[in-house]
T-cell receptor
Framework: GDSVTQMEGPVTLSEEAFLTINCTYTATGYPSLFWYVQYPGEGLQLLLKATKADDKGSNKGFEATYRKETTSFHLEKGSVQVSDSAVYFCALSDNQAAGNKLTFGGGTRVLVKP | KAGVTQTPRYLIKTRGQQVTLSCSPISGHRSVSWYQQTPGQGLQFLFEYFSETQRNKGNFPGRFSGRQFSNSRSEMNVSTLELGDSALYLC????????????FGSGTRLTVV
């Protein structure tokens, strides 16, 4: 079945540091890939997405590129802020399956210190 | 544009009781999915409804059920509650297909005592 593996946290950084969160996936077809962010006490917010190989998703300074050859979708941000402290989830949706279903990684907690 | 609305936000129930959670999707979104989030199991897919039909179902016991109404609002029901059902239940809506992404509500925090 489909699966998503992402690096375990917590990841602790200083403000303005570079952030990378690794994400790899296993899927039978050609999935769409997503990064979601969850702030304390809230639901999930879509951060960015990519729907085919070599697509680059970007939003709010975050970027991730759909790498089919390495089955990866790593999240990066060049200069983090304290407000980026949250839990980040990598997810996939199998485009071959009927209906909508997201398969999530375990989440990576990021803490940015001033 | 209103987001996905889940009610109630918090709920405390006793073992053996049943509970119904509600989700109102973004206007025009016809797909509604439900997820369970726990510290141990992470985010797990429960089921998805589209135009009042269940299109996909996760690996949960039959105590977990749901439905969708003609206005796309959805409810999920858990019968005979167990302590392990304590979780954050998240609803997500989407226009139609996966590629649009999903908009999540803030969730319902269920505590079973």
């Amino acid at each position: 079945g489909d699966s998503v593996t992402q690096m375990e946290g917590p990841v602790t950084l200083s403000e303005e540091a570079f952030l990378t969160i690794n994400c790899t996936y296993t899927a039978t077809g050609y999935p769409s890939l997503f990064w979601y962010v969850q702030y304390p006490g809230e639901g999930l917010q879509l951060l960015l997405k990519a729907t085919k190989a070599d697509d680059k998703g970007s939003n709010k300074g975050f970027e991730a590129t759909y790498r089919k050859e390495t089955t990866s979708f790593h999240l990066e941000k060049g200069s983090v802020q304290v407000s980026d402290s949250a839990v980040y989830f990598c997810a996939l949706s199998d485009n071959q399956a009927a209906g909508n279903k997201l398969t999530f990684g375990g989440g990576t907690r990021v803490l940015v210190k001033p | 544009k209103a987001g996905v609305t889940q009610t109630p936000r918090y709920l405390i129930k006793t073992r053996g009781q049943q509970v119904t959670l509600s989700c109102s999707p973004i206007s025009g979104h016809r797909s509604v999915s439900w997820y369970q989030q726990t510290p141990g199991q992470g985010l797990q897919f429960l089921f998805e409804y589209f135009s009042e039909t269940q299109r996909n179902k996760g690996n949960f016991p039959g105590r977990f059920s749901g439905r969708q109404f003609s206005n796309s609002r959805s409810e999920m029901n858990v019968s005979t509650l167990e302590l392990g059902d304590s979780a954050l239940y998240l609803c997500a809506s989407s226009p139609q297909t996966h590629n649009y992404g999903y908009t999540f509500g803030s969730g319902t925090r269920l505590t079973v005592v």
